[in-house]
């Protein structure tokens, strides 16, 4: 494999449509949209703004859940709104194993993204995602009187949740278990709820 062309000491693993040549993805990473004029469907460049998005919205739930009394799960307009979504994840999701919670997270993701303008559009890649944005739509519109950035937050409280319970030893599907817990005596974490 020949040499990145703008480096001249990695390996070009990737091939830009912009320059015609290979280049390493550090160069990729490091002069896209600067100093190389990329084109809009090039797949790496839409993998590192997503790559971004998803940083800086971690962050964010960082940054915005400091304190137990930042939590947005206390207010019973939020719990109003969030609930019938979880309920939808569960029916919808909980016995379909094809589905996990880093896609329930994706889609999320992208609903926060939208919502608070880092995209342009909501565009569903899966059925999974389909289903949620239609879902959210939904909801949306029946909590009409409920503020936008109120929804915002609430969807990144729902990411913090996925995040903190899903993953590592406990699987890529506990987020799914926790809340089958919350509605179901019979769930794996029921016992954290009565």
Avoid at 91 to 116: G, H, M
């Amino acid at each position: 494999m020949k040499k990145c062309i703008i480096c001249n000491q990695r390996k070009g693993n990737r091939f830009c449509s912009a320059l015609e040549d290979n280049i390493c993805s550090l160069c990729c990473g490091s002069k896209r949209q600067k100093e190389i004029n990329c084109f809009m469907g090039c797949e790496y460049l839409k993998k590192g703004k997503d790559y971004q998005l998803t940083r800086q919205i971690s962050k964010q739930i960082g940054s915005t859940f400091r304190t137990e009394s930042d939590d947005v799960f206390k207010n019973e307009e939020v719990v109003q709104f969030v609930m019938p979504l979880e309920r939808f994840f569960l029916e919808n999701f909980y016995y379909d194993k094809n589905v996990n919670d880093n896609n329930i997270y994706d889609a999320l993701i992208k609903i926060y993204s939208y919502q608070t303008k880092n995209i342009d559009t909501l565009k569903a890649d899966n059925r999974c995602e389909e289903l949620i944005f239609k879902t959210f739509n939904e909801l949306s519109n029946a909590f009409s009187d409920m503020s936008e950035e109120l929804k915002s937050k609430s969807i990144l409280r729902i990411l913090r949740s996925i995040k903190t319970t899903s993953g590592g030893v406990f699987g890529n599907r506990n987020y799914l278990e926790t809340i089958y817990g919350l509605f179901n005596e019979d769930g794996k974490w029921s016992h954290l709820f009565r």
